[in-house]
Nanobody, 130 residues
Framework: QVQLVESGGGSVQAGGSLRLSCAAF????????MGWFRQAPGKEREGVAG????????YYADSVKGRFTISQDNARNTVYLQMNSLKPEDTAMYYC???????????????????????WGQGTQVTVSS
């Protein structure tokens, strides 16, 4: 019911920055969390960052903490991932996802669990070269 479209991916040198965008369309009224995930070839999908859409609370994977920032616009129909100090190991297909699950009292690792999410975008490729 919720359609997500990512954009902003590309190629960048190590140490550079990119900003990913995820636009949500359709029935977004029930969305509680938005997340960014990434998946490299042959690897499992990995949670990167999540945001509670109601109040903007965020949670990050340790691997990106301090470098990436997730945010949303005032209308809550677009979510961003600002990626700074990029490393080659950040190279992956990045996906945004929307959850319709009941609100969780505190932000924690579950926010980065793929099973929490119901709808997924098509992905945008991020490539970081040395």
């Amino acid at each position: 019911q919720v359609q997500l479209v990512e954009s902003g991916g590309g190629s960048v040198q190590a140490g550079g920055s990119l900003r990913l965008s995820c636009a949500a369309f359709g029935y977004t009224y029930s969305t509680t969390y938005m997340g960014w995930f990434r998946q490299a070839p042959g690897k499992e999908r990995e949670g990167v960052a999540g945001i509670y859409t109601n109040d903007g609370r965020t949670y990050y994977a340790d691997s990106v903490k301090g470098r990436f920032t997730i945010s949303q616009d005032n209308a809550r129909n677009t979510v961003y991932l600002q990626m700074n100090s990029l490393k080659p190991e950040d190279t992956a297909m990045y996906y945004c996802a929307a959850s319709r699950r009941v609100t969780i009292p505190t932000m924690g690792p579950i926010i980065l669990d793929v099973t929490l999410y119901n709808d997924w975008g098509q992905g945008t490729q991020v490539t970081v070269s040395s």
